[in-house]
């Protein structure tokens, strides 16, 4: 049963994936094609017959839903493109300053379209200054959304399109829903830690406890950016990781506050998550945790499963290797510097070599593009060829301590997943090398078209 509805829902997924990304005939082409590939399969073998059904079943049910949404929601929103008028919006967390003098950025909720009560969402770049949950009224033309990098998150958060404003700003209040309550109590939070720390470290942490950036400094910002660690200063899953394991101390106990002390959890958790504004990654997490809180899972059996184990021997493992590898490059920077730049003066194609090898010593992506890429551009390799080159600092399989390569070397019970005798013959090694001398080869085939 399970495999059955597992073949269901990816289906289902891609279908759905297949129909936002592709134009409708290449998506129903693409759907047809597997159907027809899953029908041969399920009447010439028996055995995937048990797959191949309920994964048809579910490119149907994708498709179809997909077209009931475009024709319900999507294709009636997007017909008022064009025409101008006269709209009731709520101003949506999301504001933030424009890159015109006095105006901001922000998604508008709709709510009245010409005196008509509607519920529509739109991207505005040219609004008047304006905070997040005021009640706006005024002139807009609605328009499609620009196709830029931005579009499908938009359509993802069912934003169908693009608003500019016209004429008749009218500031009509601010809106009492909860959402827009808990931004305004995130922000003052916020401003409470520049009570007690000082600006910069007030804007910090503001911003890893509770995603709220405003006052974290632009310098402060750049100098995160640059050391390839912005993502420390967005709330994760990590965070509600840490706080549901204050909250599974003594969760196995039984007394007769267990029923009061799971309600309080719960109303923690959901507190926290709607301060931070309920980012996927919190609301996945907060989720798992609401399952376990309400299916009692005991939490020390978690800790005996295969998966824990290889999770914590990985991060162990990467942590000890990171912080080596950064230890003795920080010490020695200045002469490996000098190393990489005489030998890439002489032989331009080996800066490749000097990425893998520094992104195997700092275990980072992030990191060696930082380190390295000032030094090419400064040495006058070709941006273009700099590109091609990328797919080398992906350099961190040599040593078989990340993460993924030690948690699939403990999922793969076959034994075939293995370290050799001198550790670095490891089973991703040669997978490694060849998609990584493929990705150079052919990004570097690309340039020469360019």
Not at 92 to 117: F, H, Y
Not at 297 to 316: E, L, P, Q
Request: proline fraction near 4%; charge should be positive.
């Amino acid at each position: 049963m399970t495999r059955k509805l597992a073949g269901f829902g990816l289906a289902f997924a891609l279908a759905e994936l297949a129909a936002a990304y592709l134009p409708p005939l290449a998506s129903l082409l693409t759907a047809a094609l597997f159907i027809s590939l899953f029908l041969f399969a399920a009447f010439t073998q028996r055995r995937a017959a048990r797959f191949a059904l309920p994964a048809v079943a579910g490119l149907l049910a994708g498709l179809v839903w997909s077209a009931a949404y475009q024709l319900a929601v999507v294709k009636p929103a997007q017909s008022l493109a064009g025409q101008t008028y006269a709209c009731t919006a709520i101003v949506q967390p999301d504001a933030e300053t424009s890159w015109q003098p006095g105006n901001v950025r922000a998604t508008l909720l709709i709510t009245q379209l010409d005196g008509r009560k509607t519920s529509l969402k739109v991207y505005c770049t040219d609004l008047p200054y304006s905070e997040a949950g005021n009640i706006i009224t005024g002139q807009f033309q609605l328009q499609p959304l620009r196709a830029d990098s931005y579009r499908m998150s938009r359509y993802a958060k069912g934003t169908w399109l693009g608003a500019s404003y016209q004429a008749d700003y009218i500031w009509q209040g601010t809106s009492d829903a909860l959402p827009y309550r808990l931004y305004h109590l995130r922000q003052a939070f916020a401003k409470r830690l520049t009570t007690y720390l000082p600006q910069n470290l007030a804007g910090v942490e503001a911003a890893m406890l509770l995603g709220e950036k405003s006052e974290l400094t632009d310098e402060w910002s750049d100098t995160f950016r640059t050391a390839g660690i912005a993502h420390l200063l967005a709330v994760s899953g990590l965070h509600v990781a840490l706080l549901c394991g204050l909250f599974a101390m003594g969760q196995g106990r039984r007394s007769r506050f267990s029923v009061p002390r799971v309600l309080l959890q719960i109303t923690v958790l959901l507190l926290y998550m709607g301060l931070t504004g309920l980012p996927f990654s919190v609301f996945r997490a907060g989720v798992m945790f609401l399952i376990m809180l309400v299916g009692k899972v005991k939490v020390g059996d978690v800790t005996k499963g295969s998966v824990f184990a290889a999770g914590i021997n990985a991060v162990i493992a990467i942590f000890g290797i990171a912080w080596m590898g950064s230890t003795f490059y920080t010490g020695n920077a200045e002469a490996i510097n000098q190393s990489l730049s005489g030998m890439v003066a002489e032989a331009p194609f080996t800066f490749a070599v000097a990425l893998f090898v520094m992104s195997v010593m700092l275990f980072s992506q992030a990191a060696t593009v930082t380190t390295l890429y000032p030094l090419g551009l400064a040495l006058g390799i070709s941006p273009l060829l700099l590109v091609a080159m990328f797919p080398a600092v992906n350099g961190y399989f040599f040593l078989p301590n990340y993460p993924t390569e030690v948690a699939a070397i403990n999922f793969d019970r076959t034994g075939t997943t293995r370290v050799g005798r001198w550790v670095i013959n490891h089973s991703f090694q040669l997978p490694g090398f060849v998609t990584t001398f493929v990705a150079i080869g052919v990004g570097y085939l690309i340039t020469l078209f360019l």
